[in-house]
């Protein structure tokens, strides 16, 4: 043990808080709480023969540590809780669910607007949720905006703003959905009195706001005002239609909240259900990666915060399949044995079983579509920075050694290797001059019209062949037709052979000795035999026609000849004769310049 360690230890107060441990380069590694701050941060360093592996390999990394003390456990949870989410220290269990979930919020503002958002703003607004069913949300808000009458415009309606009449009732007034504060034909009494409604619906007090639709039912009936009743009927029907989607326990049973956990050496999941008014109003389930062989009692005590926060939880009951004790939290917990409880807890396990077994299930699935992918495009997903392997390449290579006659051709690898009978090549149509910028943007953009078009599966990446010039006249037509974000492209410049992506300056640093080079350039050079094949077809069939074609004297196979030295039309009529000469011979050759000249 280090000298500045033991020094440390001698002075750490036996209060309750939190400890953070740092490794040689300050970076925080771990993060703990405890009722006794000195008797569990010495036990890191006591009896270490007897620790497991993975909490040697820790000890062995600390270079020294720092506390916080707090007044109670709870406060060390809440605090711990705080600290591993803000710093994410490599060795505290890590919550794998990273999806930002919506919630439906309650605006701070006049005539308070409830709309959908995923941004939790600390403004005084209300927030309900996160909603891990979208359906659910949609629902709510769709039941909301048709029968409590919640604006939905941005309009600032300050009574200032309504009294100078700034506002015109909108569509919305004019299709029953909004009752017009904006023009002061609704008060703000009776907007609350819906608000309230509405807030007791987030809240999932249905039952509530059930009676409270009834009441008003009865007053419209007694006031003779059939048309009312009979609006207020459908919200009944629609707020018991609702309220019938959600699982029963029993009406008797008060707000509380429900974990359960499923664990094994590697993987814990926890499982939790909102109940309200005895019914289950939200679930979620989460994934949590294990890296000192926690115990469940740890991780059911940082989850219990982490979900109640995500939820903002009130409860002061929380139903647990294990003995769990937090000093001075502003809930109780408690292991129910027998009635409705019990199945309440059971059925969170069951949720919490499922989920384990799907996760296993989805891991031995990529574990044996790793096991069947080809090393070559396990090192290509690596080193191009791809999303996934690219089980299908499409390679594109224009061919402009016929001068003013420029080809296309596309070769395509599958599983890391030539698939010949799906190699293609284009007879350009609208570009007439050697332009390879416009040449690209006319073949991407046939070839993957024509793909959508006929419903076919896209390739996993593009290969461009040419450098950022022609991947940026490849990236207009896949942004025309809307697969910018859908495909992945490089390109290969031929010079340096370098990859570039979209969007970046500097290439990708790959080495030149790689396998993942290796099979770009392999499927670049099909591409680029393919297309020599094809002009050469072309020309023997006498379907490619140059200039060289009008010099009389000059047959086919001196132009041929003169096009496969030279590469172009423009070329041959700078050359000067001597160059000429060498080539095709004195005679021809002052033939081909006195035509020129």
């Known amino acids: 043990m280090q000298a500045n360690i033991k020094s440390q230890l001698k002075?750490?107060?036996?209060?309750?808080?939190?400890?953070?441990f740092f490794d040689k380069k300050g970076t925080i590694i771990y993060i703990g709480?405890?009722?006794?701050?000195?008797?569990?941060?010495?036990?890191?360093?006591?009896?270490?023969?007897?620790?497991?592996?993975?909490?040697?390999?820790?000890?062995?990394?600390?270079?020294?540590?720092e506390f916080t003390i707090v007044e109670t456990e709870y406060q060390s949870l809440l605090l711990e809780n705080s600290l591993i989410k803000k710093y994410q220290p490599k060795y505290n269990v890590r919550l794998k669910d990273s999806k930002t979930f919506p919630f439906i919020v309650i605006k701070k503002e006049p005539f308070p607007r409830v709309f959908s958002t995923r941004n939790v703003i600390?403004?005084?607004?209300?927030?309900?949720?996160?909603?891990?069913?979208?359906?659910q949300r949609d629902i709510l808000l769709e039941l909301i905006q048709k029968h409590f009458f919640i604006r939905t415009c941005n309009y600032n309606l300050s009574f200032d703003n309504i009294a100078k009449k700034k506002f015109k009732v909108c569509l919305s007034y004019h299709i029953n959905l909004c009752k017009g504060p904006c023009e002061a034909l609704q008060t703000t009494i009776e907007y609350n009195k819906n608000l309230e409604a509405v807030r007791n619906i987030l809240r999932g007090?249905?039952?509530?706001?059930?009676?409270?639709?009834?009441?008003?039912?009865?007053?419209?009936?007694?006031?003779?005002?059939?048309?009312?009743?009979?609006?207020l009927k459908s919200t009944?029907?629609?707020?018991?239609?609702?309220?019938?989607?959600?699982?029963?326990?029993?009406?008797?049973?008060?707000?509380?909240?429900?974990?359960?956990?499923?664990a094994n050496e590697q993987t814990a999941v926890v499982n939790y259900l909102k109940v309200i008014d005895g019914s289950v109003n939200q679930t979620d389930t989460v994934e949590y990666t294990k890296k000192l062989d926690e115990k469940n009692e740890e991780i059911l005590q940082l989850s219990i915060v982490e979900i109640r926060e995500r939820y903002?939880?009130?409860?002061?009951?929380?139903?647990?399949p294990l003995p769990i004790k937090i000093s001075n939290a502003d809930f109780v917990t408690h292991v129910p044995k027998s009635g409705d409880k019990k199945k309440l807890l059971d059925l969170s396990y069951k949720n919490a079983l499922y989920y384990f077994n799907e996760i296993q299930t989805q891991r031995l699935v990529n574990l044996e579509?790793?096991?069947?992918?080809?090393?070559?495009?396990?090192?290509?997903?690596?080193?191009?920075?791809?999303?996934?392997?690219?089980y299908t390449i499409e390679c594109f290579d224009n061919s402009n050694i016929q001068g003013a006659f420029p080809v296309a051709s596309m070769s395509v690898f599958k599983n890391g290797k030539p698939h010949n009978s799906s190699y293609r090549h284009f007879n350009i149509r609208t570009v007439t001059q050697s332009d390879d910028f416009a040449t690209m943007e006319e073949v991407i953009f046939r070839r993957y019209s024509r793909v959508l078009k006929e419903n076919q599966p896209l390739p996993d990446l593009i290969v461009i062949d040419g450098g950022k010039g022609q991947l940026s006249a490849a990236m207009k037509s896949l942004t025309k037709l809307g697969l910018e974000d859908k495909i992945e492209i490089i390109s290969i410049a031929k010079r340096l052979e370098e990859i570039f992506k979209p969007g970046e300056s500097e290439p990708l640093m790959i080495s030149k000795r790689s396998m993942t080079l290796k099979m770009i350039q392999h499927i670049r050079n099909e591409a680029h035999r393919f297309g020599i094949t094809h002009h050469r077809k072309r020309r023997e069939k006498g379907t490619i026609k140059t200039e060289?074609?009008?010099?009389?004297?000059?047959?086919?196979?001196?132009?041929?000849?003169?096009?496969?030295?030279?590469?172009?039309?423009?070329?041959?009529s700078k050359a000067s004769e001597e160059e000429l000469t060498a080539v095709i011979g004195k005679q021809k050759a002052g033939l081909v310049k006195g035509y020129f000249v």
Do not use: C, M, W
């Open 122 to 135: 600390k403004d005084g607004s209300e927030y309900f949720g996160p909603y891990v069913s979208i359906l």
């Open 236 to 262: 009944l029907d629609a707020l018991k239609s609702y309220s019938s989607s959600a699982t029963v326990v029993n009406p008797k049973i008060a707000d509380l909240d429900v974990f359960s956990i499923y």
């Open 369 to 390: 579509k790793k096991i069947a992918e080809p090393e070559v495009l396990r090192q290509a997903r690596e080193d191009l920075l791809l999303e996934k392997a690219p």
């Open 33 to 65: 709480k405890a009722k006794n701050l000195k008797n569990r941060v010495s036990t890191y360093f006591t009896g270490i023969e007897s620790h497991t592996g993975k909490l040697r390999v820790l000890v062995s990394q600390i270079q020294h540590f």
């Open 11 to 20: 002075n750490i107060p036996q209060n309750p808080g939190i400890y953070k």
């Open 548 to 572: 060289l074609d009008l010099i009389e004297g000059i047959g086919p196979n001196t132009a041929q000849k003169l096009l496969k030295y030279f590469k172009s039309v423009k070329k041959i």
């Open 312 to 320: 903002f939880s009130k409860s002061k009951e929380v139903l647990v």
């Open 205 to 231: 007090k249905i039952s509530s706001v059930i009676d409270y639709v009834k009441e008003k039912i009865k007053d419209a009936s007694e006031k003779l005002e059939f048309e009312k009743a009979n609006d």
